[in-house]
């Protein structure tokens, strides 16, 4: 079992929908991440969290330290957001090392 | 202004050829890394440095050294390229304690023919 599993693998869905990527880890974190990687290549970070929620536009993304399950959120999705999305956690006893989930490809479709 | 920059974007060569890629953020931050994302796009640590210190060396061929000449450049060199280095190669920077994620490059894709 993957220290960090995130669901689900690929999601596809309809321009306006409202968007839920789960993340679940295992292991005592500092941090979680949630990262964006275009079709192109670039990865962006979205956000890092360590408690509670934070919002950026339309994309929200929660953590709950104890039962260790992070969501990042899209409202009102559009074709533009389609991406590959990525959890990653910083280990509770590093500044560096992260743990990188496998990704959900996210197709939205206009 | 590229906050961390890359190059090159693209790298084609021979196996058994030494290379390097170049990394540069002007972010200020005072770590940064070398990442390589394999065919599964995981994306895996290789190296860190913090203020021109190593800090983190994963089990990497000894083929692949990074070099820090100051806290605003990673480069990282390879020798003798073998087909199984071919991969897309990220650089990153963040700064501890600043409450802040990680700033991603834009990749170099390296492909050994």
């Known amino acids: 079992k993957n220290e960090v599993e995130q669901s689900p693998q690929n999601l596809t869905a309809q321009e306006g929908e409202f968007i839920t990527i789960n993340c679940s880890y295992s292991?005592?974190?500092?941090?979680l991440h949630w990262l964006q990687q275009h079709p192109g290549g670039g990865i962006v970070s979205l956000f890092m969290l360590s408690s509670g929620k934070k919002k950026h536009g339309r994309l929200i993304a929660t953590i709950n330290i104890q039962e260790k399950h992070s969501s990042l959120h899209i409202t009102a999705s559009h074709p533009r957001d389609s991406a590959v999305y990525i959890c990653a956690v910083r280990l509770m006893d590093s500044n560096y090392q992260l743990i990188w989930g496998a990704g959900t490809k996210l197709i939205i479709k206009p | 202004d590229t906050a961390v920059s890359q190059t090159p974007k693209y790298l084609v060569t021979q196996m058994g050829n030494d290379k390097s890629i170049k990394c540069e953020q002007n972010?200020?931050?005072?770590?940064m890394y070398w990442y390589k994302q394999d065919s599964k796009k995981f994306l895996k640590i290789m190296f860190s440095?913090?203020?021109?210190?190593?800090?983190i060396n994963e089990t990497v061929p000894n083929r692949f050294s990074p070099k820090s000449p100051d806290k605003a450049h990673l480069n990282l060199h390879i020798n003798s390229l073998e087909l199984g280095d071919s991969a897309v190669y990220f650089c990153?920077?963040?700064?501890?304690?600043?409450?802040?994620?990680?700033?991603f490059g834009s990749g170099t894709r390296l492909t050994v023919v």
């Open positions: 990153a920077s963040s700064q501890a304690g600043q409450g802040k994620g990680y700033t």
């Open positions: 972010l200020g931050h005072d770590t």
């Open positions: 292991v005592g974190i500092s941090a």
């Open positions: 440095y913090n203020n021109k210190e190593l800090i």
